[in-house]
């Protein structure tokens, strides 16, 4: 039996409104989790309204079936997020989505496991894949992968200033003991990083971060579902919610939004009519970037890393 594990939606209210709900729209929950968004979105939602989910966690894909047949406006989809724009097309829903939400990163029920080796809080395999169905596994990774590779992911995923250190450790060590559990990896990490009183976080938080985005091609598929999310969305009113984690995550949901208000690059001195290039514009920010309240975080402080930005289709 599937263990429940506690979820708790982050910046709920902030990123339902600023999908501008209709009650007889269609909307794409595109990082179904728990379901925590998507029921709040189908609870304004009229009869005709319709909600479409993504995940390619099995688990999350379970609850979803159940809430499929408590709610026939509800279906999910199994599969990466980065497939919205096929996923829609196969449904004949090309630019007819009212609004998106993509909830990036890892959920907290997939930490909270220790059997899918998200954590370094809890002794479990070291998996870290968000599908386990595909894909290879942190540890089959780390069993293999070159040093110089390791630094990268390292330096390039987690802003790691050890990387090289831990590179190094790590590649020493898999030779007598592979890595096999969440509590090796962390106790390496731990025993080669210099301790510091000016650092809060733990010592294997940036390196669990990076294996984790490397493994699940994290941005990769970032990119693909917000350039796939504006070919679904309907113009002139289609809405994209997007809920960060970490400033990676962040940056490329920024610079998406700013690159398709911005329209057309052109080199300076080209002649060319304004008009092409406010026509070549696809989309506007919505408001500022918003983070959580103060009265949120005491609830549940792993929201305290969160930014939301919302954009709408011209």
């Not at 995940?55 to 279906?75: C, N, Q, T, W």
């Not at 809080?121 to 110089?148: E, F, H, Q, V």
């Not at 509590?183 to 301790?195: D, F, M, T, W």
Request: hydrophobic share 40%; charged share 30%; with cysteine.
């Amino acid at each position: 039996m599937t263990q429940e594990f506690a979820h708790v939606s982050v910046l709920l209210n902030e990123t339902v409104a600023g999908l501008d709900i209709k009650p007889d729209g269609i909307y794409i929950d595109g990082t179904f989790g728990r379901g925590g968004h998507s029921r709040f979105i189908l609870s304004q939602l009229g009869e005709n309204g319709r909600l479409i989910a993504i995940d390619r966690d099995p688990e999350a894909i379970a609850v979803g079936e159940a809430l499929k047949l408590e709610d026939p406006r509800f279906d999910i989809v199994h599969g990466p997020f980065s497939g919205i724009a096929e996923y829609m097309e196969n449904k004949e829903l090309t630019e007819q989505i009212d609004g998106v939400l993509l909830d990036l990163g890892v959920s907290s029920p997939q930490l909270d496991d220790a059997s899918r080796g998200f954590s370094f809080l809890r002794d479990g395999p070291l998996d870290m894949r968000m599908d386990p169905t595909s894909g290879i596994s942190a540890a089959k990774w780390l069993a293999t992968a070159d040093y110089d590779d390791i630094v990268w992911v390292l330096k390039v995923f987690g802003e790691e200033k050890f990387a090289r250190k831990i590179a190094r450790a790590i590649v020493f060590d898999r030779d007598g003991t592979p890595f096999e559990t969440t509590s090796q990896l962390a106790g390496l990490i731990c025993r080669v990083v210099p301790k510091s009183k000016k650092e809060t976080k733990h010592p294997a938080t940036r390196s669990f971060q990076a294996i984790r985005i490397y493994i699940n091609s994290e941005l990769e598929e970032i990119e693909r579902a917000l350039a796939g999310a504006l070919k679904c969305l309907k113009p002139g009113s289609g809405r994209l919610s997007v809920i960060s984690f970490h400033s990676l995550e962040d940056r490329l949901v920024k610079q998406f939004i700013r690159k398709q208000a911005r329209g057309k690059e052109v080199p300076y001195g080209l002649p060319i009519m304004q008009e092409e290039i406010d026509k070549s514009r696809t989309m506007k920010a919505v408001g500022k970037m918003l983070k959580p309240s103060e009265a949120e975080l005491e609830l549940n402080p792993r929201a305290r890393s969160s930014v939301l930005r919302v954009a709408e289709k011209l």
